[in-house]
C-alpha cells in the first residue's frame, strides 16, 4: 500500500559529499514526518534527522552541522545532504515516515528498503 524508495547511497573518501533521497508512494492521505535514521554494523537504529509537517527540522549532536534534512510537501520526497562525511557516518540509512492511509485511521510509522552509505578513511 505505502512504499517508500531511497536512493543516492554508495561509496566516498572521508570529507566528501553524498546526498540521499527518498520517495513515498501510495494512497497516502497526510504525512506528518519524513526523515532519516542510519544503523551501523553492530549497533541499534538511530536518528539522524527528521524534518516536521510545520517546517522544523532535528538532527542528532553527531551530525548537526554537516546534514541537511529537505523536505518537499508536494512531491512526498525527503533528501538527507551530507557533507564532511566521516568513517563513523558508516550505516544502513532508512527512510522515515509517519503518515495516515486514510482520516480515520491511526498514524503509522513506514520505513523505506535502506540504503548502505560506506565512508572510507
Known amino acids: 500500500q505505502v512504499q517508500l524508495v531511497e536512493s543516492g547511497g554508495g561509496l566516498v573518501q572521508a570529507g566528501g559529499s553524498l546526498r540521499l533521497s527518498c520517495a513515498a508512494s501510495g494512497s497516502i492521505i497526510s504525512i506528518n514526518s519524513m526523515g532519516w535514521y542510519r544503523q551501523p554494523p553492530g549497533k541499534q537504529r538511530e536518528l539522524v534527522a527528521v524534518?516536521?509537517?510545520?517546517?522544523?527540522?532535528n538532527y542528532a549532536d553527531s551530525v548537526k552541522g554537516r546534514f541537511t534534512v529537505s523536505r518537499d510537501n508536494t512531491k512526498n520526497t525527503v533528501s538527507l545532504q551530507m557533507n564532511s562525511l566521516k568513517p563513523e557516518d558508516t550505516a544502513v540509512y532508512y527512510c522515515?515516515?509517519?503518515?495516515?492511509?486514510?482520516?480515520?485511521?491511526?498514524?503509522?510509522?513506514?520505513w523505506g528498503q535502506g540504503t548502505q552509505v560506506t565512508v572510507s578513511s
Open positions: 524534518a516536521t509537517s510545520v517546517g522544523s527540522t
Open positions: 522515515n515516515a509517519v503518515l495516515k492511509l486514510s482520516v480515520a485511521a491511526y498514524w503509522g510509522n513506514y
